[in-house]
């Protein structure tokens, strides 16, 4: 049962993660990393955890969230940022409009 509610707790915290990457920026993990973290606590208390697997988990749900984060995020603006713009001298969406000509 305990290895139940740990898995439960990080396939949670790997969701909250990825819906934050979804609809935030990484300031909202500020306010989520201690809410993950007391909710955590919480339930591993009253499932009786012990303090060493209870730190454990805690640590693990608050990595696994923002690594989620992060992935997602990467995957959301990948397209946007593409080292190959820059490598084939090719101007890219985003360019200066007050660049003189370089052949007059």
Known sequence: MNLTIAFVLIV???VVGIATGCFFRIWALVVLSPLIAVVAA????AYAFGMMAGVTVIAIC???????????TYLRYARDVSPHDEVDGEPGEVGEQKIRREHK
Do not use: E
């Open 12 to 14: 949670a915290s790997v």
């Open 62 to 72: 608050l990595a696994v969230s923002q690594l989620a984060y992060f992935a997602t």
């Open 42 to 45: 919480i339930i591993l208390r």
